[in-house]
């Protein structure tokens, strides 16, 4: 009698089991391997974000047009003039700059100077 319900118990119970639990693994491989293939794409996605990206300042690199150069330029002139040629030189006056021309100078004065700066920060902040 024990023998007639271990084996009763034995076969299709422990044989659902054991098909339960594959089928549990075969699922687990499917959403296994859909993961994988999420991520692979995800760090593809991410590795063509870094090289347009490199491939942007690689391009921006070198030219001397660019907006925010070209305004550098036109204030390292004019305090130059200012500095060298009327303080240190004593050969000419300069008119101060006001309203808008002020502003404008020291903007970009302050950008050339803190931009380093708020990138690393930014980098930082990044991580």
Do not use: C
């Amino acid at each position: 009698m024990w023998m007639t319900i271990i084996s009763f118990l034995g076969g299709p119970v422990i044989k659902g089991l054991i098909d339960a639990y594959q089928a549990k693994l075969k699922a687990g491989n499917v959403e296994s391997k859909i993961a994988s293939d999420l991520a692979a794409t995800e760090i593809a996605a991410q590795t063509a974000e870094t090289r347009a990206q490199t491939q942007y300042r690689i391009a921006e690199i070198g030219h001397p047009w660019e907006p925010d150069k070209l305004m550098g330029y036109f204030v390292a002139i004019y305090f130059g003039k200012l500095l060298i040629w009327d303080k240190v030189l004593g050969l000419g006056t300069t008119d101060p700059l006001a309203g808008f021309a002020a502003i404008t100078a020291n903007l970009v004065v302050s950008f050339y100077f803190a931009k380093r700066g708020f990138e690393n920060v930014a980098r930082i902040i990044k991580r």
